[in-house]
């Protein structure tokens, strides 16, 4: 039985960092969205992945190891962001993860062996599972756990499962 693994999209697969950056260049930007720029219309719909993202993915789908899923979280006000969230994995995953994918604002609730996040919000640090707690803490630019899909891979590809 292949182990379950989650995983988060912004900060995680996607580099929402990167295109909040690129949007605040538009000096047209209502104020209100600098404050609040998961409402900025269109903002999910094309960023770049993180990098090695989309080959690691890949690496570990093909290790026949893991079934893998997208568990991600969608700005409430933003409604657009959940169509532009889809149309994204499918852009660099094609059929990888059809019909393999949760919305949610409660990741504790998901039942899995690893769930690779950014945060510790919206259930994250709840996980029954295994947090990999990725990338840089967006509150203190400190390194996670995990700060790169590099160390994602060998922890799940190449380490013992009880790291």
Avoid: C
Wanted: hydrophobic share 40%; charged share 20%.
């Amino acid at each position: 039985m292949k182990s379950i693994v989650y995983l988060d999209m912004d900060g995680v697969l996607v580099n929402l960092a990167s295109e909040i950056d690129r949007q605040f260049l538009n000096a047209e930007l209502p104020a209100h969205l600098r404050e609040e720029p998961d409402l900025i219309e269109g903002l999910f719909e094309n960023p770049e992945p993180i990098t090695g993202a989309v080959n690691a993915v890949h690496l570990l789908n093909n290790s026949g190891i893991y079934e893998l899923f997208i568990a991600t979280t969608a700005p409430w006000n933003n409604p657009g962001s959940l169509v532009h969230k889809r149309l994204w994995i499918e852009k660099h995953f094609g059929n990888l993860f059809y019909k393999k994918m949760f919305i949610t604002h409660r990741k504790d609730l998901l039942i899995g062996d690893y769930l690779i996040d950014d945060r510790m919000a919206n259930g994250a640090a709840q996980f029954r599972g295994q947090l990999l707690h990725f990338g840089v803490d967006y509150m203190t630019g400190k390194p996670n756990t995990f700060p790169n899909w590099e160390s994602v891979v060998e922890k799940l590809l190449h380490n013992d499962k009880n790291f």
